[in-house]
């Protein structure tokens, strides 16, 4: 359907085999006019609307307009002339409907291009990467292009047109030149301390959007480590937005306006029911049945309110960072995706290889593809751990700031339930769990969407065998199910032993002086060894059971691909058994192995959550 629409609007053919697979392989006008060229258009007209509304949330310096930023915006210009200057054409020689549609949609892109630089400038931005992405894509898109012109005039396929290639080449001119704009970063004033010497600010932020992609700019301090041991004057100043003052500001600002909404509302219901009491007890004698019937009405009166719920920790930390939770949830989204690429190129190259007609330089494009693919996955994937590792930074240092803060405030009434043990572990262990538990939170829903593409690709290519080698599985749940109740059972025992041993100590090195006096050294020192053993001894037993879960899911995917390819065999003929259904679904099943593996670890860092939101 698509298909005949888009060959509607080009007047030919969409897709040509002959033509892709010739001794000198290319893609059709058709297809170069509309999905090489409509693919990076449609990638930022997607991302758009959240890049802008990131840029609504930064709060820094709005930039000067520079040379750079004239630059970008004059050569942008160009291209906006050139899409009308063919549009004009298209429209005066009566084209196919695509070459007045192709570039009406390239000109908005442009303006929107504009927009985003004039935005990242008021916002600060000093780079961009989504303007990067799609100047990068477009240009290796029309990289296509070019290809097909040059072996078009090569091989003398189509006669000259003057005016269409001095066209491109502007075109494709000013393309690189918006894509090597783009690696530039806008300067930045250098502060100076009040010796008149530069500070060493945190560069990551101010470097060019090539070292920064890279990672460049860690390598000064990598070699100045191999070379000798760093100090302190090594080391950046950190950056504003990560300082542990702002983080906490933002954090408990979030937490106190909702504290506030619950306790106004809260205040608000206790008013009506004490003016409904006072009216009561107007038309009462003071009997112990009219006090009941009062008490009875003060009780309806409160469960028939509707007290808003208490505020909510996880919405807070939600509100505070969701920004670049949700960018870095979009990275995994673009790994996850990259991550089925590779099963497919191996099987469009194993094809190849068993048909020996086709071009060598067909195998030649697949094998290149198949190494990009891969390393344009890992540069993906590192940046998404490095976004979620900050995110990560930022909730523990936010939390441990606020636990430490709310422990300095704690009531007379809350002290009495809260031990010092309790805070201690709030803030060293409880907080540092939730930062790691930032990075992998994302597997709640990429570990799904993997095991669910991987599960429909293997029916592909085992059919049945595929479902009842992954229904294998079955048998580990309740085991995992059991072993998982069984590991938070003994983490909040020994978390309470914990809590026991440090409230013990402080106990201890607070009254120091009347243990000496007494001699009780040696008996306080027994009690804080068996604390201390007990302790041990269910540390061991997480780590055991630990081992075993471990052991168990990491043997899952080996025991579904021994049960699929042994029901394949059985279920068809040996034949059918070919390199394609043997590679590719064991590239299939390896991709299973992380998010099976991965799933069960995360149910003892979702305990630290629900521990520190219920404190007093």
Avoid at 160 to 167: C, K, S, V
Avoid at 216 to 237: A, H, S
Avoid at 310 to 318: N, R
């Amino acid at each position: 359907m698509l298909t005949e629409y888009v060959e509607h609007l080009c007047g030919s053919n969409l897709w040509d085999n002959d033509t892709v697979y010739s001794n000198h392989p290319e893609f059709t006008q058709c297809f170069q006019m509309t999905f090489l060229i409509w693919g990076p258009c449609l990638i930022l007209w997607i991302v758009a609307p959240l890049w802008f509304y990131m840029l609504t949330r930064q709060k820094t310096n709005t930039l000067k307009i520079s040379w750079l930023f004239i630059a970008k915006n004059i050569s942008v210009i160009g291209l906006i002339c050139i899409e009308l200057y063919r549009l004009v054409g298209a429209l005066m020689n009566n084209k196919a409907p695509i070459y007045i549609i192709t570039p009406t949609f390239l000109t908005m892109t442009y303006i929107t291009a504009i927009s985003i630089s004039h935005f990242e400038r008021i916002s600060g931005l000093r780079s961009s990467t989504l303007v990067f992405a799609f100047w990068g894509l477009l240009t290796l898109a029309n990289s296509i292009t070019a290809w097909s012109k040059f072996l078009s005039f090569h091989l003398k396929l189509t006669s000259y047109d003057a005016n269409d290639t001095i066209t491109f080449a502007l075109f494709y001119g000013l393309l690189w030149i918006n894509l090597i704009l783009s690696l530039f970063s806008e300067k930045i004033k250098v502060p100076v301390s009040e010796t008149g010497q530069k500070l060493k600010i945190f560069p990551e932020n101010y470097v060019s959007l090539l070292s920064r992609l890279s990672f460049w700019w860690i390598n000064d301090l990598i070699l100045t480590g191999y070379k000798r041991d760093l100090t302190r004057d090594d080391l950046w100043i950190v950056d504003e937005t990560e300082a542990s003052a702002h983080l906490t500001h933002k954090f408990e600002t979030a937490w106190n306006k909702a504290s506030k909404k619950y306790i106004r509302d809260l205040n608000n219901l206790s008013d009506e029911t004490i003016r409904f009491s006072n009216k009561s007890s107007m038309y009462g004698n003071g009997t112990a049945d009219e006090e009941k019937k009062l008490t009875d009405t003060l009780e309806v009166s409160f469960k028939a309110g509707k007290p808003s719920k208490k505020p909510s920790f996880g919405w807070c930390l939600c509100r505070v960072y969701a920004g670049k939770f949700l960018a870095g949830s979009f990275i995994k989204l673009v790994q996850d995706i990259l991550l089925f690429v590779g099963p497919i190129i191996l099987d469009k190259l194993l094809t190849f290889i068993k048909d020996k007609n086709q071009n060598v330089a067909v195998g030649f494009f697949y094998t290149g593809l198949l190494f990009v693919s891969s390393l344009i996955q890992s540069f993906v994937l590192q940046h998404y751990f490095h976004r979620m590792f900050i995110v990560g930074s930022r909730i523990k240092t936010s939390i441990t700031n606020l636990v430490y803060k709310k422990s300095l405030r704690l009531l007379t009434s809350a002290r009495k339930t809260t031990t010092v043990g309790e805070m201690t572990n709030l803030i060293a262990v409880n907080a540092q769990m939730l930062g790691e538990l930032t990075t992998y939170l994302n597997v709640l829903w990429s570990a799904p969407f993997q095991i669910t593409v991987a599960m429909i690709m293997l029916w592909q290519y085992l059919g049945v065998a595929a479902l009842i080698g992954v229904s294998t599985i079955l048998i580990f749940i309740p085991l995992n199910i059991y072993i998982g109740n069984l590991t938070k059972k003994i983490q909040l025992t020994k978390l309470k032993q914990q809590d026991s041993r440090i409230k013990m100590m402080n106990e201890v090195l607070s009254g120091m002086k009347i243990i000496k006096f007494y001699g009780w050294e040696l008996s306080f020192k027994d009690i804080i060894g068996k604390t201390r053993s007990k302790e041990l001894h269910y540390l061991k037993k997480m780590g055991l059971l630990s081992i075993s879960t471990n052991f168990l899911w990491t043997c899952a995917p080996l025991l579904i691909t021994i049960v699929s390819f042994g029901s394949f065999l059985v279920l068809n003929d040996s034949e059918k058994f070919t390199a394609n259904v043997i590679f590719v679904s064991l590239s299939l099943f390896n991709i299973l192995r992380f998010p099976l593996t991965v799933l069960p670890g995360i149910i003892s860092a979702l305990i630290s959550v629900s521990k520190i939101k219920n404190i007093p």
